[in-house]
Protein backbone atom coordinates (compact mmCIF):
# COMPACT_ATOMS: atom_id res chain seq x y z
CA UNK A 1 0.00 0.00 0.00
CA UNK A 2 1.25 3.25 -0.72
CA UNK A 3 2.25 5.72 2.02
CA UNK A 4 -0.61 7.90 3.16
CA UNK A 5 0.59 11.48 3.61
CA UNK A 6 -0.61 14.21 5.87
CA UNK A 7 -3.75 15.08 4.29
CA UNK A 8 -6.86 17.41 5.15
CA UNK A 9 -9.08 15.43 7.33
CA UNK A 10 -12.70 16.30 8.45
CA UNK A 11 -12.76 18.61 11.09
CA UNK A 12 -13.78 16.26 14.24
CA UNK A 13 -11.51 13.54 15.55
CA UNK A 14 -14.10 11.74 17.17
CA UNK A 15 -16.01 8.41 15.84
CA UNK A 16 -19.21 7.94 17.30
CA UNK A 17 -21.44 5.50 16.63
CA UNK A 18 -24.39 3.81 18.35
CA UNK A 19 -23.87 0.44 20.38
CA UNK A 20 -26.01 -1.45 18.08
CA UNK A 21 -24.21 -0.15 15.17
CA UNK A 22 -20.68 -1.70 17.11
CA UNK A 23 -22.54 -4.50 17.94
CA UNK A 24 -23.35 -5.24 13.91
CA UNK A 25 -22.83 -7.68 11.62
CA UNK A 26 -21.00 -6.38 8.77
CA UNK A 27 -17.79 -7.52 6.19
CA UNK A 28 -15.97 -4.83 4.91
CA UNK A 29 -12.04 -4.57 4.06
CA UNK A 30 -9.61 -2.43 6.05
CA UNK A 31 -9.96 0.21 3.13
CA UNK A 32 -13.62 0.16 3.14
CA UNK A 33 -13.62 0.68 7.34
CA UNK A 34 -11.26 3.41 7.16
CA UNK A 35 -13.53 5.25 4.23
CA UNK A 36 -16.63 4.80 6.31
CA UNK A 37 -15.06 5.89 9.66
CA UNK A 38 -14.07 8.99 7.22
CA UNK A 39 -17.67 9.35 6.74
CA UNK A 40 -18.66 9.53 10.64
CA UNK A 41 -15.85 11.45 11.47
CA UNK A 42 -17.35 14.44 9.58
CA UNK A 43 -20.79 14.05 11.39
CA UNK A 44 -21.32 16.62 13.54
CA UNK A 45 -23.09 16.04 17.37
CA UNK A 46 -25.68 19.07 16.26
CA UNK A 47 -26.31 17.55 12.82
CA UNK A 48 -30.03 16.48 12.37
CA UNK A 49 -29.82 14.54 9.10
CA UNK A 50 -27.33 13.68 6.93
CA UNK A 51 -25.72 15.41 4.09
CA UNK A 52 -23.18 14.72 1.60
CA UNK A 53 -19.46 13.51 2.56
CA UNK A 54 -16.64 14.48 0.66
CA UNK A 55 -13.81 12.56 0.32
CA UNK A 56 -10.62 13.54 -2.19
CA UNK A 57 -10.01 11.04 -4.51
CA UNK A 58 -6.25 10.95 -3.58
CA UNK A 59 -7.71 10.34 0.03
CA UNK A 60 -9.86 7.60 -1.04
CA UNK A 61 -7.02 6.01 -2.77
CA UNK A 62 -4.83 6.28 0.08
CA UNK A 63 -8.02 4.85 2.52
CA UNK A 64 -8.37 1.41 -0.33
CA UNK A 65 -4.62 0.76 -1.09
CA UNK A 66 -5.26 1.98 -5.17
CA UNK A 67 -2.14 3.00 -7.14
CA UNK A 68 -2.47 6.92 -7.78
CA UNK A 69 -1.96 6.74 -11.70
CA UNK A 70 -5.18 4.33 -12.14
CA UNK A 71 -7.11 6.04 -8.46
CA UNK A 72 -10.54 7.39 -10.47
CA UNK A 73 -11.06 4.18 -12.49
CA UNK A 74 -10.32 1.89 -9.50
CA UNK A 75 -12.01 4.14 -6.96
CA UNK A 76 -15.10 4.23 -8.81
CA UNK A 77 -15.08 0.12 -9.10
CA UNK A 78 -14.37 0.15 -5.23
CA UNK A 79 -17.19 2.49 -4.28
CA UNK A 80 -19.56 0.69 -6.84
CA UNK A 81 -18.83 -2.48 -4.57
CA UNK A 82 -19.49 -0.61 -1.42
CA UNK A 83 -22.69 0.44 -2.66
CA UNK A 84 -23.52 -3.56 -2.29
CA UNK A 85 -22.11 -3.93 1.35
CA UNK A 86 -25.04 -4.78 3.84
CA UNK A 87 -25.08 -5.07 7.29
CA UNK A 88 -27.19 -6.29 10.04
CA UNK A 89 -28.50 -4.84 12.94
CA UNK A 90 -30.31 -6.44 15.58
CA UNK A 91 -32.29 -5.14 17.80
CA UNK A 92 -35.10 -6.35 20.11
CA UNK A 93 -37.60 -7.69 18.20
CA UNK A 94 -36.47 -7.24 14.71
CA UNK A 95 -33.41 -7.49 12.09
CA UNK A 96 -32.82 -4.58 9.79
CA UNK A 97 -30.64 -5.28 6.98
CA UNK A 98 -29.27 -2.51 5.27
CA UNK A 99 -26.70 -0.56 3.20
CA UNK A 100 -23.66 1.64 4.38
CA UNK A 101 -24.19 4.14 1.36
CA UNK A 102 -27.08 5.15 -0.77
CA UNK A 103 -24.76 6.71 -3.63
CA UNK A 104 -21.30 7.80 -4.71
CA UNK A 105 -21.13 10.93 -6.52
CA UNK A 106 -18.25 11.82 -8.94
CA UNK A 107 -18.23 15.63 -9.75
CA UNK A 108 -16.25 15.62 -13.36
CA UNK A 109 -12.64 17.16 -13.24
CA UNK A 110 -12.86 18.20 -9.28
CA UNK A 111 -11.05 15.30 -8.18
CA UNK A 112 -13.59 14.90 -5.47
CA UNK A 113 -16.99 12.21 -4.80
CA UNK A 114 -19.95 12.54 -2.15
CA UNK A 115 -20.81 10.02 -0.45
CA UNK A 116 -24.31 9.46 0.63
CA UNK A 117 -25.04 7.39 3.98
CA UNK A 118 -28.16 5.39 3.18
CA UNK A 119 -31.04 6.96 4.87
CA UNK A 120 -31.85 3.62 7.78
CA UNK A 121 -28.95 4.48 9.33
CA UNK A 122 -29.55 7.94 10.95
CA UNK A 123 -31.04 6.59 14.53
CA UNK A 124 -27.16 5.02 14.84
CA UNK A 125 -25.40 7.60 13.93
CA UNK A 126 -27.10 10.82 14.24
CA UNK A 127 -28.41 12.50 17.66
CA UNK A 128 -27.28 9.95 19.80
CA UNK A 129 -28.03 11.00 23.62
CA UNK A 130 -26.82 7.13 25.14
CA UNK A 131 -26.06 4.06 24.34
CA UNK A 132 -22.96 5.00 22.24
CA UNK A 133 -19.24 4.26 21.41
CA UNK A 134 -16.91 7.01 21.19
CA UNK A 135 -13.22 6.13 19.60
CA UNK A 136 -10.54 8.53 18.50
CA UNK A 137 -10.31 8.56 14.82
CA UNK A 138 -6.53 9.16 14.54
CA UNK A 139 -6.50 5.78 16.57
CA UNK A 140 -8.94 3.59 14.29
CA UNK A 141 -6.80 4.63 10.90
CA UNK A 142 -3.66 3.72 12.86
CA UNK A 143 -4.27 -0.30 13.00
CA UNK A 144 -3.58 -2.66 10.39
CA UNK A 145 -6.49 -5.18 10.50
CA UNK A 146 -9.73 -4.91 9.96
CA UNK A 147 -10.41 -7.03 12.77
CA UNK A 148 -8.35 -5.05 15.37
CA UNK A 149 -10.47 -2.05 14.31
CA UNK A 150 -13.64 -4.02 15.41
CA UNK A 151 -12.18 -5.73 18.65
CA UNK A 152 -11.30 -2.16 19.68
CA UNK A 153 -14.79 -0.71 19.06
CA UNK A 154 -16.30 -4.02 20.86
CA UNK A 155 -14.25 -3.56 23.97
CA UNK A 156 -14.04 0.14 23.93
CA UNK A 157 -17.69 -0.05 24.73
CA UNK A 158 -17.29 -2.04 27.97
CA UNK A 159 -14.03 -0.24 28.90
CA UNK A 160 -15.46 1.22 31.95
CA UNK A 161 -17.00 -1.61 33.33
CA UNK A 162 -13.34 -3.20 32.79
CA UNK A 163 -14.70 -6.62 31.66
CA UNK A 164 -16.82 -8.18 28.47
CA UNK A 165 -17.85 -11.52 27.75
CA UNK A 166 -19.11 -12.60 24.23
CA UNK A 167 -20.11 -16.17 22.66
CA UNK A 168 -17.38 -16.86 20.56
CA UNK A 169 -19.98 -17.85 17.39
CA UNK A 170 -21.64 -14.38 18.20
CA UNK A 171 -17.63 -13.18 18.07
CA UNK A 172 -17.12 -14.81 14.87
CA UNK A 173 -20.42 -13.41 13.43
CA UNK A 174 -19.56 -9.44 14.54
CA UNK A 175 -16.02 -10.44 12.74
CA UNK A 176 -17.59 -11.46 9.50
CA UNK A 177 -15.99 -14.90 9.40
CA UNK A 178 -16.86 -17.42 6.89
CA UNK A 179 -18.34 -20.45 8.02
CA UNK A 180 -15.13 -22.14 6.95
CA UNK A 181 -12.94 -19.65 8.19
CA UNK A 182 -10.59 -20.08 11.09
CA UNK A 183 -13.25 -22.85 12.23
CA UNK A 184 -10.88 -24.42 14.83
CA UNK A 185 -10.59 -22.59 17.85
CA UNK A 186 -6.65 -22.67 17.87
CA UNK A 187 -6.98 -21.32 14.15
CA UNK A 188 -9.27 -18.08 15.51
CA UNK A 189 -7.11 -17.49 18.37
CA UNK A 190 -3.74 -17.51 16.60
CA UNK A 191 -5.12 -15.56 13.89
CA UNK A 192 -7.75 -13.44 15.33
CA UNK A 193 -7.22 -12.65 18.70
CA UNK A 194 -3.29 -13.01 19.54
CA UNK A 195 -2.65 -10.72 16.81
CA UNK A 196 -5.26 -7.98 17.65
CA UNK A 197 -4.17 -8.15 21.41
CA UNK A 198 -0.57 -7.77 20.18
CA UNK A 199 -1.50 -4.76 18.03
CA UNK A 200 -3.29 -2.75 20.73
CA UNK A 201 -1.11 -3.23 23.20
CA UNK A 202 1.17 -1.83 20.73
CA UNK A 203 -0.77 1.12 19.23
CA UNK A 204 -4.30 1.90 21.31
CA UNK A 205 -5.05 3.46 24.87
CA UNK A 206 -6.57 0.15 25.65
CA UNK A 207 -5.61 -3.60 25.30
CA UNK A 208 -7.18 -6.95 26.78
CA UNK A 209 -6.69 -10.67 28.52
CA UNK A 210 -9.01 -13.02 27.26
CA UNK A 211 -9.95 -16.29 29.47
CA UNK A 212 -11.48 -19.25 27.48
CA UNK A 213 -15.09 -20.52 29.27
CA UNK A 214 -15.23 -24.12 27.71
CA UNK A 215 -18.94 -25.36 26.97
CA UNK A 216 -18.48 -29.02 27.60
CA UNK A 217 -14.92 -29.44 26.06
CA UNK A 218 -15.04 -26.94 23.30
CA UNK A 219 -14.58 -23.25 23.70
CA UNK A 220 -17.63 -21.44 24.00
CA UNK A 221 -17.29 -17.78 24.94
CA UNK A 222 -14.67 -15.89 25.79
CA UNK A 223 -14.15 -13.08 28.96
CA UNK A 224 -12.03 -10.27 27.93
CA UNK A 225 -10.72 -8.28 30.68
CA UNK A 226 -9.80 -4.63 29.29
CA UNK A 227 -6.79 -3.05 30.46
CA UNK A 228 -6.25 1.27 29.69
CA UNK A 229 -2.84 2.03 28.64
CA UNK A 230 -3.23 5.72 29.84
CA UNK A 231 -0.21 6.54 27.86
CA UNK A 232 -0.96 9.15 24.89
CA UNK A 233 -0.18 7.36 21.65
CA UNK A 234 1.43 9.41 19.21
CA UNK A 235 1.04 9.50 15.51
CA UNK A 236 3.05 6.98 13.62
CA UNK A 237 4.54 7.13 10.19
CA UNK A 238 4.32 4.09 9.15
CA UNK A 239 2.55 3.28 5.45
CA UNK A 240 -0.87 2.78 7.11
CA UNK A 241 -1.13 5.11 9.24
CA UNK A 242 -2.67 9.13 8.56
CA UNK A 243 -0.52 11.62 10.19
CA UNK A 244 -3.07 13.92 11.71
CA UNK A 245 -3.48 16.66 14.57
CA UNK A 246 -2.59 15.65 18.07
CA UNK A 247 -4.94 13.93 20.15
CA UNK A 248 -5.13 16.23 23.18
CA UNK A 249 -5.63 19.96 22.41
CA UNK A 250 -2.53 22.02 24.37
CA UNK A 251 -4.12 24.63 26.70
CA UNK A 252 -2.41 28.49 26.22
CA UNK A 253 0.55 28.05 28.07
CA UNK A 254 -0.09 30.35 30.87
CA UNK A 255 -3.74 28.83 31.43
CA UNK A 256 -1.88 25.59 32.05
CA UNK A 257 0.65 27.16 34.11
CA UNK A 258 -2.19 29.30 36.20
CA UNK A 259 -4.53 26.39 36.66
CA UNK A 260 -2.65 22.73 36.94
CA UNK A 261 -5.77 21.13 37.26
CA UNK A 262 -7.35 22.48 34.46
CA UNK A 263 -5.85 19.99 31.85
CA UNK A 264 -6.86 17.31 34.13
CA UNK A 265 -10.34 18.15 33.52
CA UNK A 266 -10.31 19.18 30.59
CA UNK A 267 -9.42 15.38 29.10
CA UNK A 268 -12.74 14.52 30.30
CA UNK A 269 -14.82 16.56 28.05
CA UNK A 270 -15.43 15.36 24.45
CA UNK A 271 -12.94 15.95 21.95
CA UNK A 272 -14.74 18.22 19.59
CA UNK A 273 -15.72 20.62 23.10
CA UNK A 274 -12.51 21.09 24.32
CA UNK A 275 -11.07 23.93 22.74
CA UNK A 276 -14.46 25.84 23.53
CA UNK A 277 -13.56 29.04 25.30
CA UNK A 278 -17.24 28.65 26.87
CA UNK A 279 -16.32 25.38 28.30
CA UNK A 280 -12.72 26.05 29.34
CA UNK A 281 -13.87 29.31 31.32
CA UNK A 282 -16.72 27.32 32.95
CA UNK A 283 -14.09 24.76 34.15
CA UNK A 284 -12.11 27.48 35.27
CA UNK A 285 -14.43 29.72 37.73
CA UNK A 286 -15.98 26.42 39.15
CA UNK A 287 -12.75 24.55 40.09
CA UNK A 288 -11.32 27.36 41.78
CA UNK A 289 -14.80 28.11 43.86
CA UNK A 290 -16.52 24.63 44.29
CA UNK A 291 -12.97 22.19 43.97
CA UNK A 292 -11.95 19.22 41.84
CA UNK A 293 -14.39 16.28 42.56
CA UNK A 294 -17.10 18.97 42.29
CA UNK A 295 -16.38 19.76 38.45
CA UNK A 296 -15.30 16.69 37.49
CA UNK A 297 -19.02 14.47 38.56
CA UNK A 298 -20.72 17.60 36.83
CA UNK A 299 -18.12 17.20 33.62
CA UNK A 300 -19.43 13.18 33.53
CA UNK A 301 -22.86 14.39 33.81
CA UNK A 302 -22.95 16.38 31.39
CA UNK A 303 -21.23 13.53 28.93
CA UNK A 304 -23.79 10.97 29.62
CA UNK A 305 -27.17 13.26 29.80
CA UNK A 306 -25.99 16.46 27.51
CA UNK A 307 -28.44 17.05 24.63
CA UNK A 308 -27.61 19.50 21.14
CA UNK A 309 -25.92 22.30 23.44
CA UNK A 310 -22.90 20.10 25.30
CA UNK A 311 -21.57 23.69 27.02
CA UNK A 312 -24.57 25.17 27.38
CA UNK A 313 -25.84 22.04 28.89
CA UNK A 314 -22.25 21.77 31.33
CA UNK A 315 -23.14 25.19 32.34
CA UNK A 316 -26.22 24.66 33.58
CA UNK A 317 -25.05 21.68 35.18
CA UNK A 318 -21.97 23.00 36.81
CA UNK A 319 -24.64 25.75 38.48
CA UNK A 320 -26.60 23.19 39.90
CA UNK A 321 -24.59 20.36 40.85
CA UNK A 322 -26.62 18.54 38.82
CA UNK A 323 -24.00 16.02 39.07
CA UNK A 324 -24.72 15.14 42.90
CA UNK A 325 -27.19 12.78 43.22
CA UNK A 326 -26.17 10.86 39.72
CA UNK A 327 -22.51 10.45 41.20
CA UNK A 328 -23.94 8.49 44.21
CA UNK A 329 -26.27 6.82 42.07
CA UNK A 330 -23.40 5.41 39.83
CA UNK A 331 -21.43 4.74 43.45
CA UNK A 332 -24.41 2.07 44.53
CA UNK A 333 -24.59 0.98 41.28
CA UNK A 334 -20.79 0.15 41.74
CA UNK A 335 -21.16 -1.24 44.56
CA UNK A 336 -24.06 -3.49 44.01
CA UNK A 337 -22.24 -4.60 40.44
CA UNK A 338 -18.82 -5.47 42.46
CA UNK A 339 -21.23 -7.56 44.64
CA UNK A 340 -22.84 -9.62 42.23
CA UNK A 341 -18.97 -10.20 40.78
CA UNK A 342 -18.00 -11.10 43.73
CA UNK A 343 -20.86 -13.61 44.67
CA UNK A 344 -20.22 -14.95 41.45
CA UNK A 345 -16.58 -15.61 42.05
CA UNK A 346 -17.09 -16.76 45.51
CA UNK A 347 -19.07 -19.45 44.06
CA UNK A 348 -16.93 -20.15 41.19
CA UNK A 349 -14.43 -20.55 43.74
CA UNK A 350 -16.01 -22.97 45.82
CA UNK A 351 -17.11 -25.36 42.91
CA UNK A 352 -13.56 -25.41 42.03
CA UNK A 353 -12.85 -26.27 46.12
CA UNK A 354 -15.39 -28.87 45.89
CA UNK A 355 -14.36 -30.71 42.49
CA UNK A 356 -11.00 -30.56 44.24
CA UNK A 357 -11.50 -31.89 47.17
CA UNK A 358 -13.31 -34.60 45.38
CA UNK A 359 -11.07 -35.35 43.36
CA UNK A 360 -8.53 -36.09 46.15
CA UNK A 361 -11.33 -38.26 48.16
CA UNK A 362 -11.84 -40.43 45.10
CA UNK A 363 -7.60 -40.52 44.66
CA UNK A 364 -7.14 -41.50 48.46
CA UNK A 365 -9.79 -43.80 48.34
CA UNK A 366 -8.25 -45.70 45.77
CA UNK A 367 -5.08 -45.70 47.01
CA UNK A 368 -6.57 -47.34 50.23
CA UNK A 369 -7.94 -50.25 48.25
CA UNK A 370 -5.20 -50.60 46.29
CA UNK A 371 -3.24 -50.74 49.65
CA UNK A 372 -5.15 -53.34 50.96
CA UNK A 373 -4.28 -57.46 50.98
CA UNK A 374 -5.56 -59.04 47.59
CA UNK A 375 -7.92 -61.35 49.95
CA UNK A 376 -9.45 -57.90 51.16
CA UNK A 377 -9.59 -56.96 47.80
CA UNK A 378 -11.31 -59.57 46.50
CA UNK A 379 -13.69 -59.40 49.22
CA UNK A 380 -14.43 -55.78 48.72
CA UNK A 381 -15.08 -56.70 44.78
CA UNK A 382 -17.80 -59.46 45.41
CA UNK A 383 -19.65 -56.74 47.98
CA UNK A 384 -19.98 -54.47 45.04
CA UNK A 385 -20.85 -56.71 42.69
CA UNK A 386 -23.76 -57.74 45.09
CA UNK A 387 -24.51 -54.23 45.61
CA UNK A 388 -25.32 -53.57 41.96
CA UNK A 389 -26.92 -56.59 40.61
CA UNK A 390 -29.62 -54.39 39.68
CA UNK A 391 -26.82 -51.87 37.32
CA UNK A 392 -26.82 -55.03 34.82
CA UNK A 393 -25.30 -52.63 32.46
CA UNK A 394 -22.13 -51.79 34.80
CA UNK A 395 -22.37 -55.81 35.97
CA UNK A 396 -21.85 -56.45 32.29
CA UNK A 397 -19.31 -54.47 32.02
CA UNK A 398 -17.24 -55.62 34.78
CA UNK A 399 -17.25 -59.13 33.48
CA UNK A 400 -16.44 -58.42 29.73
CA UNK A 401 -13.56 -56.70 31.07
CA UNK A 402 -12.59 -59.51 33.52
CA UNK A 403 -12.50 -61.91 30.68
CA UNK A 404 -9.95 -59.95 28.22
CA UNK A 405 -7.95 -59.77 30.91
CA UNK A 406 -8.24 -55.89 32.31
CA UNK A 407 -8.39 -54.44 35.44
CA UNK A 408 -12.30 -53.38 35.71
CA UNK A 409 -12.13 -51.07 38.22
CA UNK A 410 -9.89 -48.61 35.81
CA UNK A 411 -12.99 -48.68 32.99
CA UNK A 412 -14.32 -45.40 33.20
CA UNK A 413 -17.78 -46.29 33.03
CA UNK A 414 -16.91 -48.64 36.41
CA UNK A 415 -14.12 -46.49 38.40
CA UNK A 416 -16.96 -43.89 39.31
CA UNK A 417 -19.66 -45.95 40.63
CA UNK A 418 -17.01 -48.01 42.57
CA UNK A 419 -15.33 -45.04 44.15
CA UNK A 420 -18.69 -44.18 45.67
CA UNK A 421 -19.26 -47.61 47.04
CA UNK A 422 -15.69 -47.48 48.62
CA UNK A 423 -16.55 -44.12 50.11
CA UNK A 424 -20.23 -45.11 51.08
CA UNK A 425 -18.64 -48.15 52.82
CA UNK A 426 -16.26 -46.28 54.31
CA UNK A 427 -13.28 -48.09 52.71
CA UNK A 428 -11.33 -44.90 51.29
CA UNK A 429 -8.46 -46.33 53.73
Given at each position: ?7 S ?8 Q ?19 L ?59 Q ?33 N ?34 I ?26 LN ?18 I ?58 Q ?13 F???E?F??V ?5 Y?N ?14 L ?17 E???I ?30 GL ?9 N ?47
Amino acid sequence: MAKIKKKSLPPSLIVTQSNQLVEARYNLSLGEQRLILSMIAQIQPDDDDFKPYRISIGELADFLGVAKGSAYHECKKITKTLLSRVLEIQEPGRLLQTGWVSSANYIDGSGIVNLSFDPLLKPYLLQLKGNFTSCKFEMLLGFKSQYTMRMYMLLKQYERLKEREIELSLLRGILSLRIDQHIEYSNFKKNILNPTQEELKAKADLTFEFYEIKHGRRVGAIRFRILSQKKLIEPTQDEDTVNVMPLKPRLPEPAAQKYPLLDKLLSLVPEQHKVKKTVITALEAFEKKEGFEYVKRNILYSNAKADKSYAGFLNSALKADWGHDWAIERKIEGEEKKQIIEAEQSKKDDETRKRKESKEKHEKALAGFYGLSQDVQDGIKNDFLESIQDNTFVVKEWVKTERSNQNPIERPVIKSTFLLFLINQNLAG
